[in-house]
C-alpha cells in the first residue's frame, strides 16, 4: 500500500457518505504528518496540536478523529490510554506501509508514550 491507495480508500469511502470537510482536513495532515516521518508510524500528536496547526476547534478535531475512526480510515488511541498523556496514538488500519529503509510499518503495533517516540518534541 502507498500513499495514493490511503487517497483512494479516503475517495471511496466519501463517494458513500459525504465526510464532513473537518475530517477531510485531519486526514490528510495526518498523511502529510506521517510522510514527513518517513511513515515511521504511528503518530503521537496532542489535540492541541492537530487544532491549532488545522486552525480547528478542540472538540471538531476530536469528532473529526472519531469520524475518521468510524469509517476505518484511522485507528487512533485517546490521551486516556497512555494514563494522563495528553497526546493521542494515530496510524493507518490498512497500512502495511514501508518505511524509507524499506521497513513494514503495522497498525500501531506498540502502544508508544510521547518519551517512546523519537519525533514527539515537534508536537
Known amino acids: 500500500m502507498n500513499i ?31 510522510n514527513k516521518l518517513f511513515w515511521e508510524g504511528p503518530l503521537i500528536l496532542s489535540i492541541r496540536h492537530l487544532s491549532n496547526q488545522l486552525k480547528l476547534d478542540k472538540n471538531t478535531v476530536v469528532k473529526s478523529l472519531k469520524e475518521l475512526y468510524k469509517r476505518k480510515l484511522i485507528t487512533y488511541y485517546p490521551s486516556e490510554y497512555f494514563q494522563k498523556a495528553n497526546h493521542t496514538s494515530i496510524w493507518f488500519p490498512q497500512s502495511s506501509l514501508k518505511t524509507k529503509n524499506n521497513k513494514e510499518v ?18
Open 4 to 34: 495514493f491507495d490511503l487517497v483512494n480508500i479516503f475517495f471511496e469511502e466519501d463517494k458513500k457518505s459525504k465526510l464532513p470537510s473537518s475530517s477531510a482536513k485531519l486526514y490528510f495532515f495526518l498523511i502529510y504528518q506521517a
Open 106 to 123: 503495522k497498525n500501531l503495533v506498540k502502544y508508544t508514550t510521547t518519551k517512546e517516540n523519537k519525533y514527539s518534541n515537534y508536537f
